[in-house]
């Protein structure tokens, strides 16, 4: 027997459960909202961690989620960023940025994502979120409805679908959205760090010859590493023993954090780019990653998919408050207008920035450090990065305010 509901989520990762959280909270029983996902309840494997900029992060304490999750993220109160070579003696940071003079008390918070999905999980259940363990397979656009097929047979009819079913998107092919997309021919090596003394909640960006290396501060005297490398030399980096995996993060990272020990083994993901030609079509629309995929040397990935949930919360709210077609034409054009041209200059940002970093040579090398030293000195530029990173500029959803202004 066909299932109707009002909007049908195809993934269960942070951009469809938040969206269905946002959507519940919002409209209440207004709205019936369905998520599938054959993975659906799997708890996240690995040890990605996100940065959380204070905007989206207003999202989640008004969604009832930051609360479930605070003590586990740690503020960054500092960001240092220098451009060296690996065999300099020390790593001086060409530019800062502080949480102090900011509105806010911090820059960012650093959370594991196997601790914000279990926590919007458990929050969308409870907001009366219906989550289905099966994957969209096909769909089918009608005047009023949109039919989805799921892998486990019944088809459900739906006034939206929303595709936030992660970068290799089978609704985007579906629709027939092309996308631009390349590969960085570079990998991230992820690993979580403990360490002697106390990070102060400083966050470390070293640019180096294949790219950058960070390590980001977590609870306690705990880092997150995100190390850009060549394939190749990352797959012999996995083969080292813990003992030599450490002297090459201490030869990259200094000494100032003391003496390390590794947490997490090391793993590696490919970095790419993708963008949508579109993010919508007839009663479909895209959101997070299936839209758009970044490097992560900005941290934005999340950020951008947490901007395109409440965009599309708040022109669907808007809608169903007027008792009108969440799945018209206006609603989704709405949604574009806030969205696509603003991740593609966020996109095409940290792209540039890839390709600035990833120049080779001493006289690249030295133009940099001059930029940023430059920078450095410049208060009312770093503020308007700080604000851009924060997440704090241009056009703000309803649920980037604060959770005092929306409620
Ligand atoms: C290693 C790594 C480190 C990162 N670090 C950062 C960072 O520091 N800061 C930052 O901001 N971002 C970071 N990102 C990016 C961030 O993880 C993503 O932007 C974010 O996970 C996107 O969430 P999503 O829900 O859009 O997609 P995903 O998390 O990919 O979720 C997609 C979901 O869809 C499901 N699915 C797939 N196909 C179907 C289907 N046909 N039907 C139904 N469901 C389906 C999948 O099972 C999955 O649950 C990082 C990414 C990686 C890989």
Same mark, same amino acid.
């Given at each position: ?110 959370v594991f994502h196997r601790d914000l999905d279990a926590a919007v999980l458990e929050r969308a259940l409870q907001l009366g979120v219906h989550v289905r363990p099966s994957n969209a397979v096909d769909f089918a656009s009608g005047v009023s409805v949109v039919c989805v097929t799921c892998a486990d047979g019944p088809e459900v009819a739906a006034r939206l679908l929303v595709s936030a079913d992660g970068s290799k998107s089978l609704l985007r092919q579906r629709a027939g959205i092309k996308s631009l997309a390349w590969d960085y021919e570079r990998v991230a090596i992820a690993a979580t760090i403990g360490h002697e003394r106390d990070h102060d909640g400083v966050a470390v960006q070293h640019f180096l010859e294949p ?18 490398? %060549?394939? +190749?030399? $990352?797959?012999? @980096? ?11 993060? #201490? =030869? ?107 120049? %080779?040579? +001493?006289? $690249?090398?030295? @133009? ?11 208060? #009312? =530029? ?26």
């Amino acid at each position: 027997m066909r299932q109707t509901v009002d909007v049908l989520i195809a993934g269960a990762g942070p951009s469809g459960l938040l969206l269905a959280t946002a959507l519940k909270k919002l409209a209440g029983p207004a709205l019936e909202v369905l998520v599938v996902d054959g993975a659906a309840g799997a708890a996240t494997s690995g040890h990605r961690t996100s940065a959380i900029a204070p905007a989206p992060r207003n999202m989640l304490e008004t969604l009832g989620v930051w609360q479930r999750i605070a003590d586990k993220a740690q503020p960054v109160l500092r960001m240092e960023i220098s451009d060296s070579r690996l065999d300099d003696a020390v790593r001086l940071p060409q530019l800062h940025f502080d949480a102090l003079g900011s509105a806010h008390g911090e820059l960012a918070h650093i959370v594991f994502h196997r601790d914000l999905d279990a926590a919007v999980l458990e929050r969308a259940l409870q907001l009366g979120v219906h989550v289905r363990p099966s994957n969209a397979v096909d769909f089918a656009s009608g005047v009023s409805v949109v039919c989805v097929t799921c892998a486990d047979g019944p088809e459900v009819a739906a006034r939206l679908l929303v595709s936030a079913d992660g970068s290799k998107s089978l609704l985007r092919q579906r629709a027939g959205i092309k996308s631009l997309a390349w590969d960085y021919e570079r990998v991230a090596i992820a690993a979580t760090i403990g360490h002697e003394r106390d990070h102060d909640g400083v966050a470390v960006q070293h640019f180096l010859e294949p790219g950058p290396f960070a390590l980001l501060p977590l609870t306690g005297r705990r880092s997150s590493l995100i190390w850009t490398e %060549h394939p +190749a030399a $990352a797959r012999k @980096v996995l083969e080292l023993s813990d003992a030599d995996f450490l002297s090459e993060v #201490l =030869l990259r990272a200094g000494h100032r954090l003391g003496d390390l020990h590794l947490i997490d083994r090391p793993v590696i993901f490919p970095l790419s780019f993708m963008m949508a030609r579109t993010f919508t079509a007839p009663r479909f629309a895209l959101v997070g990653d299936a839209a758009h995929r970044v490097h992560p040397l900005a941290g934005q990935g999340l950020n951008l998919a947490l901007r395109d949930v409440a965009c599309l919360a708040d022109a669907i709210f808007d809608q169903a408050a007027l008792g009108l077609d969440i799945g018209a034409p206006e609603v989704l054009r709405s949604y574009e207008q806030m969205r696509r041209f603003d991740s593609v200059v966020s996109a095409a940002s940290v792209d540039l920035l890839h390709h600035i970093y990833a120049r %080779h040579g +001493a006289v $690249a090398s030295q @133009v940099r450090r001059s930029g940023m030293s430059l920078v450095d000195r410049m208060p #009312l =530029l770093k503020r308007v990065l700080r604000a851009e990173a924060m997440g704090v500029t241009g056009v703000t959803p309803r649920l980037f305010k604060p959770p005092q202004v929306v409620m």
